[in-house]
Each structure stands twice: as structure tokens, then as C-alpha cells.
């Protein structure tokens, strides 16, 4: 297990080296020319070929980590106070975070810091303060105020002043000033309820999501613990994956013979092809002629013997002809002069050509045999032949001695990676885990007591207002149901006097809590508002973590804390920023502590993994084709002799001049209609018979001797045409021929050597690219999908989640409640004071005059 997680972190932390120079792409080169000297200069040059792309490799998906915190909070309707709140506070307090600021007051040093620094630090710090500075002092003096005033007031309505005397003078709009102090009181206190309610469900709210705390404590934990757990099994997965990388390598070992002989053969038969193609369509040309000439020689047998026999026939025919025409029939005078006619016609029954006269082919056609029997394709065998040889003469090589090479290079690798315990570390990590969280939930009890006793503590303030509100609800109910109109001042009814009591009675208990709970508020404000500003605020737009990565912050000589904390390295470029935003996305721990300026691997992979006695092996391949022959010189003097044959000397003129004429002097068919014709101008009886029978029997004659003799002289204009069109060319081919097959020779005896070691480079480039793509994978799954931080994004949201949303928006939304009825509670005092008068029994009264009132 230790060795893997070794392998992994060797394959991928800071594996950014290139392949050695041994293995890159040669130059390219220039293509060889036709000429065969210029090819002597230009064989060294030759244009580079592409190698075959590197078969991508599947290695799987490394088992993915599911984590269960979503830290996600919907405050519900309390919402809306919550953005009430922070409006007064912006309102308040609408300076953007001092970055500035607080980076030059932490990083200056207090012993030796100037005067006229800390004034311009002080001023800057009171500017930004402004607004809470203002709101404080105004809490100080309503704090310093309400005693006092309070104390004055008691004190003067017991010298009978300030209302404190209990007599009234009765005025025409006493009715409307009671009602107006009535209606105000009234609204006054449902404004102080609003507060108070806002204070309760804030502090309910606090208390609830404290409560709800546990669950994000522990899905954390849990997360923390999964996060620990899986990255064993992840990286086993990684280093597993090895195998599929050495098995295709061996695969390919195991066919190097396709592989990279078959490359080997592809490129020498380009050399080749062009000749073989030449050579393929000469061979091609030359049967054509053959076959020509065979088409020649049997047509001139069968012409000559087929106008032989038809010269037979139609001399017969004609004897037969005549003989007829002799009967005395034909000597009457009309008749006689039918049968001069026919007997005039008689010498056109003969045939036309003579074809025992032309030169024959059998020289040519016999010399043409012996040539074909050097068969041209022989130079594509000895081509394969070639490069079957390498292909064996490779796998004998590669077989025993890089799989030896293979299995050296696993052994180094499992030996390097035993220098990281990753596993004791994570099982480790995960004890302290565990003792932590029960350390947190042992402390859950004396959590719930605390919260407790808030709770307690805040209700407790809440209900010193409620009491004043009580007494000013339940004195309006009083004294409004006990008010008679018909009464006079000193006549009024009891119920009537103990509303007008429990008014006077909120009145002093409002003086008597009412400074001591905006001393609350304001220390409330003075905290929360603070905080709000300072901290939830930055850290909700992650201005704080700006301030927390500043340069030298922590330290004069560290310029990054946390690689200092981590690594003890603290010039790395690791921030808490940084940290956070690719633990945001859920990007693996190699990423997001830029392990890779840790771990320096390149050196390993270039000795180890790229292995460079693996390519000597490869380099020393020397192939040796300067013997060989594409055609033998038996084959050469056939060609040469082919072309002195003299096909293109044959008298092609005396072939055409023959076929070109008629089978015989006049068309048979033609004689036999005309002959038919004449026999019907006789009268009916023997001799219209006899010459109606010649006419048929001249008509067999051309439907069984003229037509067959016409298709092959049909046959014999084909084939001398072809012999004329192509005899002539046959010679150039020739040359042509052993031209290219001298050229292709030369170029594969001096450019097997380049080939060899062209196709050598690309199919070691192909092995290597399957542990590139296996280091390149091991990397990409490290950075994204192994040990995949998420949870330490997630405990600082939770953090986030816990002290601003939880407590410090339900403590600012609870003293921004409270603060508001006591505002409230001031103006709820004069009403009451005032109102009072109006339901107390006088000890004495006035009579009603002007509206003049004197007390």
C-alpha cells in the first residue's frame, strides 16, 4: 500500500519534464529527385514521415468521494430583518472594507512606531468609524441622560410640579387632546410590541440555529473522515492503473513484428511502389501485346484457311451457275437475254483478299514468350521477403531484452516510492478527527447551557418592556373603559383613576430599565455592527482572505504564512485565498497546496521511466540491404531482348490494307436477291427453279463461310491496331523500366538505414507516449479527482455560516429590535404623562373658562 501511494505522488507531483532529446522527432528533410546521382547527395535528407498517433489509453475513473455537507442556510421570513438590518448598517456604515488600513496598523511595529504615523492611522480609523462613533455617542448620552432625567422628574412632580399636581383644568378641547393621546400611546406601544417581537425571534432564531449547528459540525467531520478514508483506495486505484501501461507496452512488444516491421516494410515499398507500378504496367503492356499477337497468328489461320475454302465453294457454285445457265431453255429470245445478264456476273463470285501473303508473327510472339517468363511481380516478394526478416529479427531483439528493461524500471519505482508513508498519515489524520469530534459533542451540554442562559438573559430584557407595555395597555384599557364624560376631574370613577395609575407606573418603570437596556444596545452595536462590517461582510466577497494573504502579514520574514505553517516554506505562492477558491470547486489537495513545488520527480521520471538504455537498445538496430537485387539479370536481358524484337517494324500498312477490303468482290447476299430477281422475270418451270436454288445456296454460303470469315478479320484489325499503337512505346517502357528498377535499388541499399532508425524513434516515441499518457492521467486525477478538498471549503463556510448568519445577524437583529422600542419608550413616557392627567381623580378642580389653564 505505501509503495503505490509512493508511485503516485513520484508520477505526479511536479512531473512537468519533457522526454529525453533521444526520443524527439529528427529533422525533416528534403524529397530525393529522379536523378539516380542526385540521389546520392539527397539519400541523407530525406523528409521526415509521420509517425503513427499514439493509441489513447482508458484508464478508468478514480472512485469519486460523495460528501454530505451542503452548506446552504434559508433564513425564512426572518430574512427580510436580516436585510433591514444590514441596511442600517450600510446606512451607518457605508465605507468599503479598509484593507489598507488594517494591513498597515497589523504590520506596524508598536514600539517603534512615529507619532505622525499613528495620528494618521488614528484619523483614518475614526474616519471609517464615523458612523458608529456618532450612534455611540448619541447611546452615551441617552444612557448618561434617562437617570438623571428621570431622577429630576420624580423629583419635581413631588414638589408638585411637572404634572405632579393633581389638579385639572377643565377646557373645551379636553375631549380631543384626550383622544389624540390615546390614539398615539396606542400606536407607540404597538411600535415597542414590533420591536419586542423582532427581539424574540431573533433570539429564537439564535437559539434554533445553534441547535441546527450540530448537523453541519458533524457532517463535516464526516466529510473530513470520508475524505481521509477514500484517498487511500483513490490512489491504490491511480497506482493500479500502472499495469494498464506496462501491459500495453508488452502488447506491443509482443507485436512489434506488425507494428513496427510492418512500418519498416510500408516505407521501403514506398520506394518502390513507383518502379513496381511501372513495372506492373509494362508487364501488363507486354501481355496485352502477347495477346495481340496470339489474336494475329490464330486470325491469319483462320483467314487463310477460311478464304481458301470459300474461294472452293464459290468457285463451285459459279461452275454450278454456269452449267445451268447452259440449259436450252435459256436460248429463247426474252429468256436468253435474263440468262447474258446473270452469265455476265458470274466472275464476281470470287474472293477478294489475300491474306497467305502477309509476313508472319511467330518471331516476335516467341521472343515475347521467353521474356515473360522473368515475372516483374518477383520484385514485390523479395521487397516482403526483406521485411519479414526484420520483423523476426526484431521480436528475437525486443522480446527478451526491453521486457528485462520493463521489470528493472518497476523495481526502481517500487523502491523510490517507499519513501512516502501516505497511509499511516491519513490514519493518523483520522484518529485526531475522531478525538476532536468527541470532544465537540462532549462539550454540547455546556453548549446548550450557555445558549441557555442567553436565552434566558435575553428574554429577561424583553420582559422589563413587556411590563411597561403591560401597564400601558392595561391603563388604556382602564381608563378608557372607566372614562365618563359626565364626571368632573375630582368625581371620576376608580377604574377610571387606576388606568390613569398604571400609566404613571409604566412611566417609572421606562425610567427605571430604560438606561441600562441602551446601554445594551449600544455595547450591541458597537460589537455586532462591527463584526458585520469587519468580517462577515469581507468574508461573505472574500476580501478578508485579501487581507489575511498580504505579503510579510504574519511574520517580517515569512511572506506567506500558511506554506510557512504547512511546509516551513514560506516564499511558495500558497494563500488561504487560493486555497479556498480551488477547494470551492473541488479540486484535489495536490492542486490546492501546490504540492507540486514540493515533490521534485523529473530527474526520477527521465532516468527511470524514460529510460535511455531503453532507446540504445533501439538505436543500435543497423539493417543491411546493400546485396539486395529487385530483378536478376536474367530478367534484365529478357526485357532488353523484348525490346529488339522488331514489333514495331511489322508491316502494319499491308495487315490494314487487307482487312480493309471485303471477304469477296461483291456482297453474296446482294447477288443472291439480284440472282432471285432475274429468275422471277423467266417464266415458271425448271430453270426458275434451278436459279432460285443457286441463290439459296449462295446465301448459305455467306451465312456459313463469309461471316465467320469477316469476325476474324474483324479480330485481326483489332489487334493490329493495338500492336500499332502500342509496339512503338514497348522499347521506351523497357528502358524505363530498368531505369526505376536501378533507382529503386539504390534508394533502398542507402535508405534502409534512415527508414530503420525513423520507424525505430516513432515506435519508441509510441511506447514512451503510453507512460506519458499514464503519468499525464496520474496527474490530471491528482489535481482533480483524488483527495478532492471540498470539505475544507466547506468548514470555512460553515464557519462563515455559523458566526454571522446564526449568531451575529440574530444578535444585530436583536438589538436593532430592541434599540427601536427603546426609542420608542421614550416618546411612550411623555404620551403617558400626559395622558395620565386625564384619567386620575383631581384633589381639586377649576371651573371651565377661555381655555386659559394655570397650574
Request: one cysteine or more; a neutral charge.
Given at each position: 500500500?505505501?509503495?503505490?501511494?509512493?508511485?503516485?505522488l513520484?508520477?505526479?507531483?511536479?512531473?512537468?519534464?519533457e522526454v529525453?532529446?533521444?526520443?524527439?522527432?529528427?529533422?525533416?528533410?528534403?524529397d530525393?529527385?529522379?536523378d539516380?546521382?542526385?540521389?546520392?547527395?539527397?539519400v541523407?535528407?530525406?523528409q521526415q514521415?509521420?509517425?503513427?498517433?499514439?493509441?489513447p489509453?482508458d484508464?478508468?475513473?478514480?472512485?469519486a468521494?460523495?460528501?454530505?455537507?451542503?452548506?446552504?442556510?434559508?433564513?425564512?421570513?426572518?430574512?427580510v430583518?436580516?436585510?433591514?438590518?444590514?441596511?442600517?448598517?450600510?446606512?451607518?456604515?457605508?465605507?468599503?472594507f479598509p484593507?489598507?488600513?488594517?494591513?498597515?496598523?497589523?504590520q506596524?511595529?508598536?514600539?517603534?512606531?512615529?507619532l505622525?504615523?499613528?495620528?494618521?492611522?488614528?484619523d483614518?480609523?475614526?474616519?471609517?468609524?464615523?458612523?458608529?462613533?456618532?450612534?455611540v455617542?448619541?447611546?452615551?448620552?441617552?444612557?448618561?441622560l434617562?437617570?438623571?432625567?428621570?431622577?429630576c422628574?420624580?423629583?419635581?412632580?413631588?414638589?408638585d410640579?411637572?404634572?405632579?399636581?393633581?389638579h385639572?383644568?377643565?377646557?373645551?378641547?379636553?375631549?380631543?387632546q384626550?383622544?389624540?393621546?390615546?390614539?398615539?400611546?396606542?400606536?407607540?406601544?404597538?411600535?415597542?410590541?414590533?420591536?419586542?417581537?423582532?427581539?424574540?425571534?431573533?433570539?429564537?432564531?439564535?437559539t434554533?440555529?445553534?441547535?441546527?449547528?450540530?448537523?453541519?459540525?458533524?457532517?463535516?467531520?464526516?466529510d473530513?473522515?470520508?475524505?481521509?478514508?477514500?484517498?487511500p483506495?483513490?490512489?491504490?486505484?491511480?497506482?493500479?492503473?500502472?499495469?494498464?501501461?506496462?501491459n500495453?507496452?508488452l502488447s506491443?512488444?509482443?507485436?512489434?513484428?506488425p507494428?513496427?516491421?510492418?512500418?519498416?516494410?510500408?516505407q521501403?515499398?514506398?520506394?518502390?511502389?513507383?518502379?513496381?507500378?511501372?513495372?506492373?504496367?509494362?508487364?501488363?503492356?507486354?501481355?496485352?501485346?502477347?495477346?495481340?499477337?496470339?489474336?494475329?497468328?490464330?486470325?491469319?489461320?483462320?483467314?487463310?484457311e477460311?478464304t481458301?475454302?470459300l474461294?472452293?465453294?464459290?468457285?463451285l457454285?459459279?461452275?454450278s451457275?454456269?452449267?445451268t445457265?447452259?440449259d436450252p431453255?435459256?436460248?429463247?429470245?426474252?429468256?436468253?437475254?435474263?440468262?447474258?445478264?446473270?452469265?455476265?456476273t458470274?466472275?464476281?463470285?470470287?474472293?477478294?483478299g489475300?491474306f497467305?501473303g502477309?509476313?508472319?508473327?511467330?518471331?516476335?510472339?516467341?521472343?515475347l514468350?521467353?521474356?515473360?517468363?522473368a515475372?516483374?511481380s518477383?520484385?514485390?516478394?523479395?521487397?516482403?521477403?526483406?521485411?519479414?526478416?526484420?520483423?523476426?529479427?526484431?521480436?528475437?531483439?525486443?522480446?527478451?531484452?526491453?521486457k528485462?528493461?520493463?521489470?528493472?524500471?518497476?523495481?526502481?519505482?517500487?523502491?523510490?516510492?517507499?519513501?512516502?508513508?501516505?497511509?499511516?498519515?491519513?490514519?493518523?489524520?483520522t484518529?485526531?478527527?475522531?478525538?476532536?469530534?468527541?470532544?465537540?459533542e462532549?462539550?454540547?451540554?455546556?453548549?446548550?447551557?450557555?445558549?441557555?442562559?442567553?436565552?434566558?438573559?435575553?428574554?429577561?430584557?424583553?420582559?422589563t418592556?413587556?411590563?411597561?407595555?403591560?401597564?400601558?395597555?392595561?391603563?388604556?384599557?382602564?381608563?378608557?373603559?372607566g372614562?365618563?364624560?359626565?364626571?368632573?376631574?375630582?368625581?371620576?370613577?376608580?377604574?377610571?383613576?387606576?388606568?390613569?395609575?398604571?400609566?404613571?407606573?409604566?412611566?417609572?418603570?421606562?425610567?427605571?430599565?430604560?438606561?441600562?437596556?441602551?446601554?445594551?444596545?449600544?455595547?450591541?452595536?458597537?460589537?455586532?455592527?462591527?463584526v458585520?462590517?469587519?468580517?462577515?461582510e469581507?468574508l461573505?466577497?472574500?476580501?478578508?482572505?485579501?487581507?489575511?494573504?498580504?505579503?510579510?502579514?504574519?511574520?517580517?520574514?515569512?511572506?506567506?504564512?500558511?506554506p510557512?505553517?504547512?511546509?516551513?516554506?514560506?516564499?511558495?505562492?500558497?494563500?488561504?485565498g487560493?486555497?479556498?477558491?480551488?477547494?470551492?470547486?473541488?479540486?484535489?489537495?495536490?492542486?490546492?497546496?501546490?504540492?507540486?513545488?514540493?515533490?521534485?520527480?523529473?530527474?526520477?521520471?527521465?532516468?527511470?521511466?524514460?529510460?535511455?538504455d531503453?532507446?540504445?537498445?533501439?538505436?543500435g538496430?543497423?539493417?543491411?540491404?546493400?546485396?539486395?537485387?529487385l530483378?536478376?539479370q536474367?530478367?534484365?536481358?529478357?526485357?532488353?531482348?523484348?525490346?529488339?524484337?522488331g514489333?514495331?517494324?511489322?508491316?502494319?500498312?499491308?495487315?490494314?490494307a487487307?482487312?480493309?477490303?471485303?471477304?469477296?468482290l461483291v456482297?453474296?447476299?446482294?447477288?443472291?436477291?439480284?440472282?432471285?430477281?432475274?429468275?422471277d422475270?423467266?417464266?415458271?418451270?425448271?430453270?426458275e427453279?434451278?436459279?432460285?436454288?443457286?441463290?439459296?445456296?449462295?446465301?448459305?454460303?455467306?451465312?456459313?463461310?463469309?461471316?465467320?470469315?469477316?469476325?476474324?478479320m474483324?479480330t485481326?484489325?483489332?489487334?493490329?491496331?493495338l500492336?500499332?499503337?502500342?509496339?512503338?512505346?514497348?522499347?521506351v517502357?523497357v528502358?524505363?523500366?530498368?531505369?526505376?528498377?536501378?533507382a529503386?535499388?539504390?534508394?533502398i541499399?542507402h535508405?534502409?538505414?534512415?527508414?530503420v532508425?525513423?520507424?525505430?524513434?516513432a515506435?519508441?516515441?509510441?511506447?514512451i507516449g503510453y507512460?506519458?499518457?499514464?503519468?499525464?492521467?496520474?496527474?490530471?486525477?491528482?489535481?482533480?479527482?483524488?483527495?478532492?478538498?471540498?470539505?475544507?471549503?466547506?468548514?470555512?463556510?460553515?464557519?462563515?455560516?455559523?458566526?454571522c448568519?446564526?449568531?451575529f445577524?440574530?444578535?444585530?437583529?436583536?438589538?436593532?429590535?430592541?434599540?427601536?422600542?427603546?426609542?420608542?419608550?421614550v416618546?411612550?413616557?411623555?404620551?403617558?404623562?400626559?395622558?395620565?392627567?386625564?384619567?386620575?381623580?383631581?384633589?381639586?378642580?377649576?371651573?371651565?373658562?377661555?381655555g386659559?389653564?394655570?397650574?
Open positions: 500500500m505505501l509503495w503505490r501511494a509512493g508511485l503516485v513520484l508520477l505526479c507531483w511536479g512531473a512537468t519534464g529525453p532529446n533521444q526520443f524527439r522527432d529528427s529533422p525533416e528533410h528534403e530525393p529527385t529522379s539516380l546521382q542526385a540521389d546520392s547527395v539527397t541523407g535528407a530525406r514521415r509521420s509517425p503513427p498517433p499514439v493509441e489509453l484508464f478508468g475513473f478514480v472512485p468521494a460523495v460528501y454530505d455537507t451542503h452548506v446552504y442556510y434559508e433564513p425564512g421570513p426572518i430574512r430583518l436580516f436585510h433591514i438590518v444590514h441596511a442600517f448598517l450600510y446606512l451607518v456604515q457605508p465605507n468599503p484593507k489598507d488600513l488594517i494591513v498597515s496598523a497589523i506596524q511595529n508598536p514600539g517603534g512606531i512615529k505622525d504615523d499613528y495620528r494618521k492611522l488614528a483614518k480609523a475614526i474616519y471609517y468609524e464615523a458612523g458608529f462613533l456618532v450612534c455617542c448619541l447611546g452615551s448620552v441617552f444612557l448618561l434617562t437617570p438623571v432625567v428621570g431622577l422628574f420624580c423629583v419635581c412632580r413631588c414638589c410640579n411637572c404634572g405632579g399636581e393633581m385639572q383644568r377643565q377646557r373645551k378641547n379636553a375631549d380631543c384626550r383622544s389624540f393621546y390615546t390614539a398615539a400611546l396606542i400606536v407607540t406601544s404597538i411600535l415597542i410590541t414590533f420591536g419586542v417581537l423582532i427581539a424574540h425571534a431573533a433570539n429564537q432564531n439564535m434554533s440555529q445553534i441547535k441546527a449547528t450540530r448537523r453541519f459540525i458533524s457532517t463535516n467531520m464526516r473530513m473522515k470520508t475524505l481521509a478514508n477514500n484517498t483506495a483513490q490512489i491504490d486505484y491511480l497506482t493500479a492503473q500502472y499495469t494498464t501501461a506496462k500495453k507496452v506491443d512488444l509482443d507485436n512489434i513484428g507494428l513496427l516491421g510492418g512500418r519498416i516494410q510500408t521501403l515499398e514506398k520506394e518502390v511502389v513507383p518502379t513496381l507500378d511501372m513495372a506492373l504496367r509494362t508487364v501488363g503492356a507486354m501481355r496485352e501485346t502477347k495477346e495481340a499477337l496470339e489474336s494475329v497468328s490464330s486470325s491469319l489461320e483462320v483467314l487463310q477460311g481458301s475454302r474461294a472452293f465453294r464459290l468457285a457454285e459459279r461452275t451457275l454456269s452449267n445457265l447452259s431453255a435459256c436460248s429463247n429470245g426474252a429468256v436468253s437475254r435474263t440468262c447474258n445478264n446473270i452469265r455476265s458470274l466472275k464476281q463470285l470470287e474472293t477478294n489475300n497467305s502477309l509476313p508472319d508473327v511467330s518471331p516476335q510472339l516467341a521472343s514468350d521467353i521474356v515473360m517468363k515475372d516483374l518477383d520484385i514485390i516478394q523479395k521487397v516482403l521477403f526483406y521485411s519479414l526478416s526484420i520483423k523476426f529479427w526484431y521480436i528475437i531483439l525486443s522480446c527478451s531484452t526491453v528485462a528493461m520493463l521489470d528493472k524500471i518497476g523495481g526502481e519505482i517500487v523502491g523510490f516510492s517507499k519513501m512516502f508513508p501516505v497511509e499511516p498519515s491519513l490514519v493518523n489524520f484518529i485526531f478527527l475522531n478525538l476532536e469530534q468527541k470532544k465537540m462532549a462539550n454540547y451540554p455546556k453548549i446548550d447551557e450557555m445558549d441557555f442562559n442567553r436565552w434566558i438573559g435575553g428574554v429577561a430584557l424583553l420582559c418592556v413587556v411590563l411597561v407595555l403591560a401597564f400601558n395597555f392595561l391603563g388604556l384599557l382602564c381608563g378608557t373603559c372614562y365618563d364624560k359626565q364626571a368632573t376631574p375630582t368625581t371620576r370613577g376608580c377604574l377610571s383613576n387606576t388606568g390613569g395609575n398604571l400609566l404613571m407606573a409604566g412611566v417609572a418603570f421606562s425610567f427605571l430599565f430604560l438606561w441600562w437596556l441602551m446601554g445594551f444596545v449600544s455595547a450591541g452595536f458597537v460589537f455586532g455592527g462591527n458585520e462590517k469587519l468580517i462577515c469581507p461573505a466577497n472574500k476580501e478578508l482572505f485579501k487581507v489575511i494573504d498580504t505579503p510579510y502579514m504574519v511574520h517580517p520574514a515569512k511572506k506567506n504564512f500558511l510557512a505553517l504547512l511546509f516551513q516554506k514560506p516564499n511558495m505562492d500558497l494563500t488561504v487560493s486555497l479556498y477558491r480551488d477547494c470551492s470547486v473541488n479540486s484535489g489537495l495536490y492542486h490546492a497546496l501546490q504540492l507540486e513545488t514540493m515533490f521534485k520527480i523529473n530527474t526520477f521520471l527521465n532516468t527511470t521511466v524514460y529510460n535511455k531503453l532507446a540504445k537498445v533501439f538505436e538496430v543497423k539493417i543491411d540491404l546493400h546485396s539486395m537485387m530483378l536478376e536474367e530478367g534484365r536481358d529478357s526485357l532488353l531482348t523484348f525490346s529488339n524484337t514489333i514495331g517494324e511489322l508491316n502494319y500498312a499491308a495487315y490494314l487487307e482487312v480493309n477490303k471485303g471477304v469477296t456482297d453474296l447476299l446482294a447477288f443472291a436477291n439480284e440472282l432471285e430477281a432475274q429468275a422475270l423467266l417464266p415458271r418451270g425448271a430453270l427453279n434451278a436459279l432460285k436454288g443457286h441463290a439459296s445456296s449462295i446465301r448459305q454460303i455467306h451465312r456459313e463461310q463469309v461471316i465467320p470469315v469477316e469476325q476474324a474483324s485481326l484489325s483489332q489487334s493490329i491496331r500492336l500499332q499503337r502500342t509496339a512503338k512505346e514497348l522499347p517502357k528502358t524505363n523500366i530498368l531505369s526505376a528498377i536501378d529503386a535499388e539504390y534508394l541499399t535508405n534502409a538505414s534512415h527508414v532508425k525513423q520507424e525505430t524513434d515506435y519508441m516515441n509510441n511506447m507512460f506519458r499518457q499514464y503519468t499525464k492521467w496520474v496527474k490530471d486525477s491528482l489535481e482533480g479527482e483524488v483527495a478532492q478538498c471540498k470539505p475544507i471549503s466547506n468548514i470555512i463556510d460553515t464557519m462563515e455560516l455559523v458566526a448568519s446564526f449568531i445577524d440574530s444578535l444585530n437583529t436583536f438589538w436593532f429590535g430592541l434599540g427601536g422600542s427603546c426609542v420608542f419608550l416618546l411612550s413616557i411623555i404620551i403617558s404623562v400626559k395622558l395620565a392627567k386625564y384619567y386620575r381623580r383631581m384633589d381639586t378642580e377649576d371651573v371651565f373658562d377661555d386659559q389653564e394655570n397650574w
